[in-house]
Nanobody, 122 residues
Framework: VQLQASGGGLVQAGGSLRLSCAASGRAFSMYAMGWFRQAPGKEREIMAAISARGGSEYYADSVKGRFTISRDNAKNTGYLQMNMLKPEDTAVYYC????????????????WGQGTLVTVSS
């Protein structure tokens, strides 16, 4: 499966953005999906993950209550709705997919999008 992330940009603190992850190739509905981010000088870390059919979700503590992961398998697209953004949310955001259950370990994901930059100004 090929993934393409989009929707990043510059937003003021307190604002919102919605990231999209468009999938092509094999059936998107077969894969769990995760959203990761990587800030300069830091490790890539998971923000949220969702099961293949959307029945199970995971959120990192740092984004719980502010970010919402979702997917529309009919459109082969996943989403990350980000609200109440903070300057510390500034990073390149990546979507990723894997067969099986969603995982928090980035090494468990075989397929990656190219990343989209989110910049939150104070």
């Amino acid at each position: 499966v090929q993934l393409q992330a989009s929707g990043g940009g510059l937003v003021q603190a307190g604002g919102s953005l919605r990231l999209s992850c468009a999938a092509s190739g094999r059936a998107f509905s077969m894969y769990a999906m995760g959203w990761f981010r990587q800030a300069p000088g830091k490790e890539r870390e998971i923000m949220a993950a969702i099961s293949a059919r959307g029945g199970s979700e995971y959120y990192a503590d740092s984004v719980k209550g502010r970010f919402t992961i979702s997917r529309d398998n009919a459109k082969n697209t996943g989403y990350l709705q980000m609200n109440m953004l903070k300057p510390e949310d500034t990073a390149v955001y990546y979507c990723a997919a894997r067969s099986g259950l969603p995982q928090v370990d980035k090494g468990a994901y075989a397929y990656w999008g190219q990343g989209t930059l989110v910049t939150v100004s104070s």
